[in-house]
């Protein structure tokens, strides 16, 4: 069907305070907000999000948790409650893993052990509160990613890494960024993804020239017209299951928004697909 790949949906459940403005970049980081519980935003949230993804039950869905987010009750409770109502319902929610801590690794001196342990971590938790929803895919915080990951991820049992944003706009700020670390852009980090045998997931861009267009682009102004009219381009075309998202031969598009995004608008937003 469709002339274009089919589309894999992927959600990150940040909160408020896991931006990378409050907390986990080197510089970026001003204010030490140290909140750890769950925001009123990502609650209403996630009852935006069941009303959204009741409707839409033939999407199949991937969910990037932070793993410290587990440690409190509530949003604990959101997630287990989405997932067995969805279920119930024949939906299909996966999870996967968006760090233990929301730490913008590539932004810091490479930490190979931190990095180790931090996915530890999150494995344990995240596994141990959804079960049969686990799937061991990883997407870095803020998409801060370097090379250095790649072998990281393999050792700890993950199989696809979907964190490359690859818009010309980025290549050139994170190869300017990185050159102490001697990495020149997401290129570099595709090739260690190949060579540690993780699946690389990119995520759209809009088409010419390629800017990015998924999560905070959704909402920027300018950008966020680009990119919103790139998405309806995949209105009509399938859904990707698991068996297209860990073929690495199959073709895929991947989107991602924030779970937070839909307590934007009083609550109203949806994310820009038209299909239902
Ligand atoms: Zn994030």
Known sequence: MGLLPSIWLTIDTDDVFHHPKF??????????????????????SFSQFEKWHLCNLSMPITFFVIGEQ????????????LLSNSKKMGGKITIGCHGYTHTCWSAFTPNPAGFKKDLMKAKMIIKKSVGDFWRSWFRAPGGYIAPWMAE????????????????????????????????NGWKAVNLAMKKAGVIERPWLTTFY???????????IPILK??????????????YANEIDILNSNTEITTVYWHLLDHSKKKGTWIPPLSRT
């Open 23 to 44: 907390q986990g970049h080197p510089k970026r980081s001003k204010s030490k907000n140290k909140e750890t519980s769950i925001s009123d935003d990502l609650k209403l």
């Open 70 to 81: 587990l440690e409190c009750n509530v949003f604990k409770s959101l997630l287990v409650n």
């Open 152 to 183: 990281i991820l393999n050792e700890e049992g993950f199989v696809l890494d979907s964190s490359i944003n690859p818009t010309s706009f980025l290549s050139i700020k994170s190869g300017k960024v990185q050159k102490k670390f001697r990495f």
């Open 209 to 219: 020239p390629a800017l990015p267009s998924c999560g905070p682009a959704l909402h």
């Open 225 to 238: 017209r680009f990119a919103i009219s790139t998405w309806k381009k995949y209105s009509n075309t399938t």
